[in-house]
């Protein structure tokens, strides 16, 4: 069964700080799907990331930074110099390979607070 | 380019009643799924259609039934209301070429209270 866990549930970090969302996820297939979103108040959820079980390349974009390992079955999102505007909840999700489906089974979230 | 728009944003109903919610998908997109959230949790799968028909669903009882029309437009049911029903509900789509994996794009989402 497929299983994502978001250990952290809150993190409070003052603005222009680093910080780690971490994400450990679970599943038997050896294609599968990554993903992260961004949950402003609004309750939109607000894509921000996709990346494939094939691909381990860390990738950079901005601010933002994800961590894929899939020796630990970990695919951990970085802000670098936090803004309050980043602050949310946000959400790690896995889809299957052979999910046509596309089942998304959804972290818990954290709920991330930018301090100004 | 619209994106996902549901409606209506946030309603109240009786413990017992029924209710409708709706979803217009993104623009070229033919594919919708309806998640549940809860408050403090993440979106629960409930069920995805294409081509009109229900095509997956998650771990939810009948009492939640949906549907798809030809414009790709989508409807979620849900029947006899529970207290346990009160949650933000999304709409999501997705266009089916290239799937599995394909990036799903939500909606704001239909706050639902039942009392």
């Known amino acids: 069964a497929q299983k994502v866990t978001q250990a952290q549930t809150e993190i409070s970090v003052v603005e222009k700080e680093d910080v780690t969302l971490d994400c450990v996820y679970e599943t038997r297939d050896t294609t599968y799907y990554l993903f992260w979103y961004k949950q402003p108040p609004s309750g939109e959820l607000v894509f921000l990331i996709r990346r494939n079980s094939f691909d381990e390349q860390n990738e950079i974009s901005g601010r933002y930074s994800w961590n894929f390992q899939k020796s630990t079955s970990s695919f951990n999102f970085t802000i670098t110099a936090s803004q309050v505007v980043d602050s949310a909840v946000y959400f790690c999700a896995l889809s299957e390979g052979d999910n046509y489906g596309q089942n998304f089974v959804f972290g818990p979230g954290t709920r991330l607070s930018v301090l100004p | 380019d619209a994106g996902v728009t549901q409606s209506p944003t946030h309603l109240i109903k009786t413990r017992g009643q029924q209710v409708t919610l709706r979803c217009s998908p993104k623009?070229?997109?033919?594919?919708v799924s309806w998640y549940q959230q809860a408050l403090g949790q993440g979106p629960q799968f409930i069920f995805q259609y294409y081509e009109e028909e229900e095509r997956q669903r998650g771990n939810f009882p009948d009492r939640f039934s949906g549907h798809q029309f030809p414009n790709y437009s989508s409807e979620l049911n849900v029947n006899a209301l529970l207290l346990g029903d009160s949650a933000l509900y999304l709409c999501?789509?997705?266009?089916?070429?290239?799937?599995?994996?394909?990036?799903?794009?939500f909606g704001e989402g239909s706050w639902l209270t039942v009392v």
């Open positions: 623009s070229g997109h033919d594919t």
């Open positions: 999501a789509s997705s266009w089916s070429e290239g799937a599995p994996g394909n990036t799903i794009y």
